[in-house]
Each structure stands twice: as structure tokens, then as C-alpha cells.
């Protein structure tokens, strides 16, 4: 169940399609499958709708932050397409970062959560308006470090938007 927050406004409508995230996660799939990509791949399935709208709400200058599932939330943010995928056939999907984007990730299971947390304080500091979006799964979100930054967020009134993606594979 998408529940956005009621203080949240959308800032643009995105252009990405749920096809074309598809489309993408398939071509990702079948280059995976042929060999042609060195490094484990990580697909996203079915969430299209959800994220489609929640990036209305994410601002070109905010910061994302994503975990091993990026691909769909590298595109959403603005990545070309095409430089996504060479990214990933060289074998860079797990830790798909620009700072032109504001985007970083990482494959270790809520390491991405304490650095969001940083951003987001030091957002906070500067007097920023724009806000820090951490997208975690459904078993990062039973963590202890999730708990501990949602907690120390929430206390300090930080810019941070959890957005925790539930595929039902949590253990």
C-alpha cells in the first residue's frame, strides 16, 4: 500500500513509463542471461505503478539513495537509459552512483540508510529546501540501523523520506 505524506507536494510528472521500466528490467534480463553482463543483476517486478508515484514528488535536486534494486529508481531520477545499461553490462549495477543525479547505492543491506541520514543533516544545516529519498526493502526496514536513523530523523526534524519497498521475500 503506497501511503504518501500528506505534507508532500508533487514537483513533476514523470516521463518514464511503467513500460519502459519493463522494457528496460527485460533487456537487463536477457543480457544477463546471454552472458553479456560480468556481475550479478538485481530486477525490480511490479512495483512500476508505486514508484512512477513517488517520483512525482522527488525534485530533480533532491537526493536519492537506493539500494541493490536501482534500476527502476536511477531511471525515474533522470539517467539516461542507455548510459544506465552500459553501466550495468560493465558490471557497475550494484553501486550505480551520480553526482550529477544525486544518486548513490549500494548492495549492502541498509549501508545506503546512514549516509542518507548525513545528507539529510547536513541539508538541514545549510538551510536547504530540497529533501534526501532513501529507498530500502522490506527486510533492510526490520534493521536496527533503520530503526536508530528513522528514529534520529524524526527527532531532529531532518529532510528524509523513507520509502520501503515490500516484495513479500523478507525472511
Known amino acids: 500500500m503506497l501511503r504518501i505524506p500528506s505534507h508532500l507536494e508533487k514537483t513533476k510528472e514523470v516521463t518514464v513509463t511503467k513500460e519502459e521500466l519493463i ?33 512525482q ?45 544525486k544518486f548513490y547505492s549500494s548492495a549492502i543491506v541498509g549501508g545506503i540508510i546512514p549516509i542518507a541520514l548525513g545528507t539529510a543533516g547536513a541539508l538541514k544545516r545549510k538551510d536547504s529546501d530540497r529533501r534526501v529519498w532513501c529507498f530500502i526493502g522490506d527486510m533492510t526496514f526490520e534493521t536496527g540501523v533503520f530503526h536508530e536513523s528513522y528514529k534520529y530523523a524524526n527527532n531532529f526534524e531532518l529532510p528524509l523520506q523513507f520509502v520501503v519497498e515490500d516484495n513479500n521475500l523478507s525472511v
Do not use: C
Request: aromatic fraction near 12%.
Open 23 to 55: 522494457s528496460f528490467e527485460s533487456e537487463v534480463k536477457a543480457r544477463y542471461e546471454n552472458g553479456e553482463i560480468p556481475a550479478p543483476v538485481h530486477l525490480s517486478k511490479g512495483n512500476e505503478d508505486e514508484l512512477i508515484e513517488v517520483f
Open 57 to 101: 514528488y522527488v525534485h530533480e535536486d533532491d537526493w536519492v539513495y537506493s539500494a541493490w534494486r536501482n534500476h527502476y529508481h536511477a531511471l525515474l531520477h533522470g539517467f539516461d537509459r542507455q548510459q544506465l545499461m552500459d553501466d550495468i553490462v560493465e558490471g557497475r549495477s550494484m553501486a550505480t552512483s551520480s553526482n550529477v543525479h
